[in-house]
């Protein structure tokens, strides 16, 4: 059974920190994507990546796919209370066509 | 705005009852899943359909089903509702290749 796991599950922060998070696997995805998600509503996409070693950029969001894709990492530079929610990473298994969601990490950031 | 239309977006239902809740992929999208996601729960998939046929199955219940239709949208069937059914219900679509789902805004399913 593939698995992702996201760390850590709980972040509460002050703003104008500085925090990652971490989704790892010992599967290999053809894709990996982020996703953020405000209470009772849809994730919403922040980024795919599909190269192995990829690095994305999105503001003060960098993404990086591992070198051997299975797992990737999230940082954030100076967060704001804005960036508080969800955030999942999916991998998709092009064998199955199965997106394989990550648990979640809760990030809470304070003003 | 991701393209993708869930309806309704809440529903209110007693044990024992069957809902219908029904999804619309973005344009020229494919392929659509469906996810259930209970209370600080994580997405749990559901089903695939791509262009009409059923790709991938997850942990769907017997007493849930799904199709898609010819017009490429897609409905997930809920019957014998128990009270562990309460979740918020999300389809996603994705093109060809399927490298990025995107996501509807969601039912909320209340089963009292």
């Known amino acids: 059974t593939q698995l992702l796991e996201q760390s850590p599950q709980f972040l509460s922060i002050q703003e104008g920190e500085n925090l990652t998070v971490y989704c790892n696997s010992s599967?290999?995805?053809?894709?990996l994507q982020w996703y953020r998600q405000e209470p009772g509503e849809g994730p919403v996409l922040l980024v795919t990546?599909?190269?192995?070693?990829e690095v994305k950029k999105l503001k003060r969001l960098t993404f990086q796919f591992g070198d051997a894709r299975k797992d990737s990492s999230l940082h954030i530079t100076a967060a704001q209370p804005g960036d508080t929610g969800l955030y999942l990473c999916?991998?998709?298994?092009?064998?199955?066509?199965?997106?394989?969601f990550g648990t979640g990490t809760r990030l809470k950031v304070l003003a | 705005d991701s393209g993708v239309t869930q309806t309704p977006k809440h529903l209110i239902t007693a044990t024992g009852q069957r809902v219908t809740l029904r999804c619309s992929p973005r344009?020229?999208?494919?392929?659509v899943y469906w996810y259930q996601q209970s209370l600080d729960q994580g997405l749990q998939f559901l089903i695939q359909?791509?262009?009409?046929?059923?790709?991938a199955k997850g942990n769907i219940l017997e007493r849930f089903s799904a199709q898609q239709f010819p017009d490429l949208h897609s409905e997930l069937n809920l019957s014998s509702l128990e009270l562990g059914d309460s979740a918020l219900y999300f389809c996603?679509?994705?093109?060809?290749?399927?490298?990025?789902?995107?996501f509807g805004p969601g039912t909320r399913l209340l089963v009292l």
């Open positions: 996603a679509s994705s093109g060809t290749p399927p490298e990025t789902q995107y």
């Open positions: 599967s290999v995805f053809s894709s």
């Open positions: 990546v599909v190269t192995g070693g």
């Open positions: 999916a991998g998709l298994n092009s064998g199955t066509y199965k997106y394989i």
């Open positions: 344009s020229g999208d494919l392929s």
């Open positions: 359909y791509y262009n009409g046929e059923e790709r």
